[in-house]
């Protein structure tokens, strides 16, 4: 498929059919990168830990947030301050 450049502002673009989009599951975002003189674009990849914050408070509110080992293993340990 080609596609006509166009001047947006102070920069150039191309408009991407929604199909072509659609096909690789891209709605808002994306990666783009210049690859052997060719530029690539594609879906995000995840960003790390997403979702972590939410997935601990359930955790804290289905109250699975008790220590592993409640208490010390060697009685000295209760001395140590961290």
Partial sequence: MRA??????????III???ILAEIGVKN???MTVE???IVIRKP???VRVGWAD???AIVAAGG????WPEFGNDSDRDLVW
């Fill in 45 to 47: 990849r995840p960003t």
């Fill in 29 to 31: 975002d994306v990666d």
């Fill in 36 to 38: 052997n003189d060719a």
């Fill in 4 to 13: 006509r450049i166009s001047r947006i502002g102070n920069s150039q673009g």
């Fill in 65 to 68: 947030d008790a220590l592993a």
């Fill in 55 to 57: 997935d601990s408070k």
């Fill in 17 to 19: 059919p929604k199909p």
